[in-house]
């Protein structure tokens, strides 16, 4: 699959990256179809922040649901999700009071 990957102060590449896959039974792979630039991003493509070579920009994305851990039951495969900045896990104290 592609990405856009960091590879440096104001410079990104697009790369094949490997497919991901489940490994705790909390993992969702949503094929994403569009993706947003955050702020987060843009403090590390202009250099500001950790070294961060090799990662993959663009974490707000939305697309449909490929595949899901068994201890997922919110969702199911061909859902279509948005992924805001503040995830909800939907069981921990916070999100149950909402």
């Not at 490997?18 to 590390?44: F, M, N, Q, W």
């Not at 493509?45 to 595949?67: A, C, K, N, Q």
Request: glycine share 12%.
């Amino acid at each position: 699959m592609k990405a856009v990957v960091y590879k440096g102060p104001k410079n990104v590449e697009i790369e094949e990256v490997k497919k991901p896959e489940i490994e705790k039974l909390t993992d969702v792979i949503i094929k994403v179809t569009s993706s947003g630039i955050c702020g987060s991003d843009l403090h590390l493509y202009d250099g500001h922040g950790p070294d961060g070579l090799g990662t993959i920009l663009g974490h707000e994305p939305m697309g449909v649901v490929e595949e899901v851990g068994n201890a997922i039951e919110l969702v199911k495969p061909g859902d279509r999700v948005v992924m805001p900045f503040n995830v909800a896990c939907g069981s921990c104290l916070n999100c149950i009071r909402v």
